[in-house]
């Protein structure tokens, strides 16, 4: 593997998601006004980059090209954290416009490698689509992070490369999600088989595990050298009988994590650096 040698730890914030409820979670960021001072408790937390799902004024799932560029300039405004827009919106969501996240002029963007099982639904990303998205986010210099939800979107991950060469900024970072029903569970077992196929080119990555996986697969991803993605996207519960109260707490946990480990919290810069993320 060509991964970079970093003596800290990337903290990417994913803080609200396109699944969970404002009226079950009152406290879950869906305004551009609560995103931005979630942004800001979360930087002062440890995260580096912040990965947004959009909401509408219902609180309700939106690709609205007008309110994703209206997210990502308020927080690029308020904070100096990589802005990574999620191409993924919801499972729901037709796959031109989800190509069209691009024209908000994001500094990163994901991109899923491959179709999956996801719950009671199937999250949709056939090939012609990845290609396309892919060569997009090349023309807009536009950094793309990898989501990997099975073992096999490690070869479609390959695929890529070799059909259209290196992303803009010529790093190869991936996340790998565990916990999905239908796809990885979130074990370190599971995480271990991923790390073993995962492509030459990759230069750094980073795991999220999902609800109660959460813990086990930040603390199996710090101890195998990557990074760490957490957020009330993935889990509203803190502890045992504890919703989580704000995405900050969770933060400030990875936070502790990774120093425990001797590999504290990277700062935007150095997020930058890591990931070939140009200035806008």
């Given at each position: ?14 803080p ?26 979360c ?32 927080v ?172 900050a ?23 930058r ?5 140009k200035?806008r």
């Amino acid at each position: 593997m060509a991964l970079r040698p970093t003596p800290g730890t990337l903290i990417t914030l994913a803080p609200t998601g396109a699944e969970h409820q404002k009226a079950d979670l009152p406290q879950l960021p869906t305004t551009t006004e609560e995103l931005v001072e979630t942004a800001r408790r979360c930087e002062a937390a440890g995260a580096a980059l912040i990965h947004i799902h959009v909401r509408d004024a219902d609180h309700q799932p939106t690709l609205d090209p007008v309110l994703l560029k209206e997210r990502v300039d308020a927080v690029r405004e308020a904070t100096d954290l990589i802005v990574q827009l999620s191409t993924g919106g919801s499972v729901h969501d037709p796959l031109q416009d989800r190509l069209r996240v691009l024209d908000a002029n994001p500094d990163s963007c994901s991109l899923t490698c491959g179709t999956t099982n996801f719950g009671d639904d199937v999250f949709l990303n056939p090939w012609p689509f990845m290609s396309e998205l892919y060569v997009l986010a090349q023309e807009r210099e536009v950094v793309p992070e990898f989501e990997i939800f099975d073992v096999s979107q490690m070869y479609a991950l390959q695929r890529l490369l070799d059909t259209h060469g290196l992303p803009y900024g010529g790093t190869v970072h991936l996340d790998i999600v565990l916990g999905v029903p239908g796809a990885l569970p979130a074990t370190a077992t599971a995480l271990h088989a991923a790390l073993a196929v995962m492509p030459e080119a990759v230069t750094s990555w980073s795991a999220t595990g999902i609800g109660r996986g959460h813990l086990p697969i930040l603390a199996a991803a710090l101890a195998a050298g990557g990074h760490a993605r957490v957020g009330m996207e993935d889990n509203v519960v803190f502890a045992r009988g504890q919703v989580v109260g704000h995405n900050a707490e969770l933060v400030e946990r990875a936070a502790e994590f990774a120093r425990l480990m001797q590999r504290p919290p990277l700062s935007t810069r150095q997020a930058r650096e890591l990931l070939g993320i140009k200035d806008r």
